[in-house]
């Protein structure tokens, strides 16, 4: 059976055991709309006291990231306390037969890709150059918050709302093609490497509609993210020795 069939087959299971039907993605935006302000007041607040360079620059991003996610884990558990929702069954399990050598395969793809798209974003728009060769550098302090927010925090909290919540909300809406399409459109405008990060977001669809658990988007995304700071750690400057 197509993978689509098998997403088609989930959705439209009766609400009780269907776990996503009672997540209302605008009971969401509603939390959301609240926690942003309050989260990017805050991140300038970090940003303008924080004196490791250039981790000052990312204090905005790093904060709105970690805010966001803990608004996200307090509607979760709002909702499930409403609703008796059990949130392990979110994840789900993947299916039998899944390889998962499919995932480092997947994410070795998706990194191929993003250096080009990186190459075009930075020809055209000087201000992501800038970016690209600031993000270099900041010792481990800054090493040890990106690997907390990049390779646990991102890869769960943006995997349940994009691939989970967005997904199925908008796929039984309009079709599994719309529900695959408009979050990995809206993930990849979240992010600086639009392109390779909308393409990503299709890739990540792709893989849980086939796979049929997060816990398989969840595990390529942290992978993803780990390679990019392992990266990172290998660029920066090494202190020198007195």
């Given at each position: 059976?197509?993978?689509?069939c ?13 776990p ?9 935006l509603?939390w ?10 805050t ?21 709105v ?6 608004t996200f ?21 993947p ?20 250096p ?25 302090p800054?090493?040890?918050?990106l ?6 925090v ?12 967005l ?15 408009a979050?990995?459109i809206?993930f990849?405008?979240l ?47 090494r202190?020198s020795?007195?």
């Open positions: 059976m197509a993978p689509q098998h997403l088609r087959r989930r959705l439209d299971r009766p609400s009780s055991t269907n996503f039907a009672s997540l209302r993605a605008r009971s969401l509603v959301l709309a609240v926690a942003v302000p309050i989260a990017i007041v991140g300038l607040i970090v940003m303008a006291y924080t004196e490791i360079e250039p981790f000052a620059s990312e204090g905005l991003m790093v904060t990231e970690l805010w966001l996610a803990g884990v307090a509607w979760l558990a709002f909702v499930a306390g409403r609703h008796r929702l059990n949130l392990l069954q979110l994840f789900g399990s299916s039998k037969g899944f390889n998962w050598w499919t995932v480092p395969v997947v994410v070795a793809a998706s990194m191929a890709f993003s080009g798209s990186g190459l075009v974003l930075a020809y055209y728009l000087p201000w992501y150059r800038e970016y690209v060769a600031l993000t270099n550098g900041g010792g481990p800054r090493l040890a918050v690997m907390v927010t990049l390779v646990v991102a890869p769960v909290f943006e995997e349940l709302l994009f691939r989970g919540i997904l199925h909300r908008l796929a039984h809406r309009w079709s599994v093609a719309g529900g695959v399409l979050p990995s809206v990849g405008a992010h600086l490497d639009i392109v390779g990060a909308t393409v990503f977001g299709i890739v990540m669809c792709v893989l849980y509609v086939h796979a049929g658990s997060l816990l398989v988007p969840i595990a390529a995304h942290a992978l993803n993210n780990l390679v990019s700071v392992l990266l990172i750690a290998a660029a920066s400057p202190p020795r007195p």
